[in-house]
Each structure stands twice: as C-alpha cells, then as structure tokens.
C-alpha cells in the first residue's frame, strides 16, 4: 500500500493550506488514514488520523481547532486542511496507512514516501 501526499507549499503565517493524500489500485476507505509530519532536526510526529470503521478523526494536541482531517470517497482521497498555520508547523508532511489502526499510529513503520514539504513564514 502506497500513498502519495501533496499540497505542501509556502504560506504565511496565519494562511491555510490543504494537503491531499491520494492512492492507486485500492480503496482508501477501508484504511485508517494518517498524517504525519517531521521538521528539519526533529523525529516524525502524528499529526492526524481518521479512522476507516466510524470516521472518527484524532489530532494531535498542537493542531486541535487548527486542522481538519476528512476524506473524500469519490475522489479516493484523505485531506488535511491546515488553518491559522504557525511557524512551528513547518515539516515535510506524510499520509501513511497501517493494518493496526489509527489508535496505533505512534508505532507505524510504514513506506513514507516522499511528502510534502509545508513552510510557514514571512
């Protein structure tokens, strides 16, 4: 299972940007989705989660209120809206699937691919 993160971007602080996570050959409904960021120095951290059985997302303490997790099953696609983004959200942003689900996120060893880079400055 691969998927592919895109939407990164230059933004200013206080902008928004939406990222896409987007897969071929399968079905992204029937897997919990998640984002994951890692900045210049720093480990990966969770960002965001949705969950595949019931929709219900999780995020991470420093993006609650700010971010938006959401899919779109026409489009086979998982999206993350990012509002009022700060100086500190800037990383390199990955979406990523694992079989034992968003509640284990912290421990998934997935293929990261290559991201989107996502920078917020003036």
């Known amino acids: 299972v691969q998927l592919q993160a895109s939407g990164g971007g230059l933004v200013q602080p206080g902008g928004s940007l939406r990222l896409s996570c987007a897969a071929s050959g399968f079905t992204l409904d029937y897997y919990d989705i998640g984002w994951f960021r890692q900045a210049p120095g720093k480990e990966r951290e969770g960002v965001s989660c949705?969950?595949?059985?019931?929709?219900?997302?999780y995020y991470a303490d420093s993006v609650k209120g700010r971010f938006t997790i959401s899919r779109d099953s026409a489009k086979n696609t998982v999206y993350l809206q990012m509002n009022s983004l700060k100086p500190e959200d800037t990383a390199v942003y990955y979406c990523?699937?694992?079989?034992?689900?968003?509640?284990?996120?912290?421990?998934?060893?997935?293929?990261w691919g290559q991201g989107t880079q996502v920078t917020v400055s003036s």
């Open positions: 949705i969950s595949s059985s019931d929709g219900v997302p």
């Open positions: 990523a699937t694992d079989s034992s689900g968003c509640l284990y996120a912290a421990t998934w060893s997935p293929d």
